[in-house]
């Protein structure tokens, strides 16, 4: 194992490399993402960009979830202090994270109603052509933009608290930066 994986956010993934000199690996232990597949169950005919999109794009919902959730517990535990001392800042946050979490919302709605579909339409039909495939990349890569411009919208409302390292705002913000930066799931 090379310890490479010295990233930004999604630390406890351990995504380092790994290198292996003179070993045997048995051909029906490998595989090579540009062949057929060897089993017939439907989620092996997933090219594997579209499948890389999707899991991404997930992950980043569900970390964009849960920062909105600790966007929300810092807005409950500073709700006295600020409500005194900046009602505007109280009122800027909760605002924002409700925008935020609609938009949220109306993603992830799309995002598995085409998913859903195209899966329903892979194991009904056994393929799917390439611009129905390129849709759900599109689909993944709208959620996971939507994502990151949220939690870039709300964090400047978070004050100290968001810097902190250990906190779990910062972490989660970092981790959302950090799978939406994959290369799957930017629209260049």
């Not at 992830?108 to 859903?116: K, N, R």
Request: glycine share 6%; with cysteine; proline share 5%.
């Amino acid at each position: 194992m090379i310890r490479d994986w010295n990233s930004l956010g999604l630390r406890a993934t351990s995504s380092h490399s790994i290198k292996v000199q003179n070993s045997f690996v048995p051909e029906s232990m490998a595989f090579d993402i540009a062949t057929e597949p060897r089993y017939g169950d439907p989620i092996y005919r997933v090219p594997f960009l579209p499948f890389a999109q999707t899991s991404f794009a997930a992950v980043s919902m569900g970390i964009a979830h849960h920062f909105l959730e600790e966007c929300r517990t810092l807005a409950d535990r500073k709700a006295v202090e600020w409500g005194e001392s900046q009602p505007g800042r109280l009122k800027a946050l909760l605002e924002a994270v409700g925008r935020e979490e609609q938009r949220l919302t109306e993603a992830s709605s799309l995002f598995h109603a085409i998913v859903q579909s195209s899966w329903e339409a892979l194991v009904r039909e056994g393929a799917l052509p390439p611009e129905r495939w390129h849709k759900v990349g599109q689909i993944s890569q709208q959620a996971a933009s939507t994502t990151r411009s949220g939690a870039q919208s709300v964090f400047p409302l978070l004050g100290m608290t968001g810097l902190l390292q250990e906190h779990p705002l910062n972490r989660t913000w970092r981790d959302l930066h950090t799978v939406t930066q994959h290369s799957v799931l930017l629209s260049l």
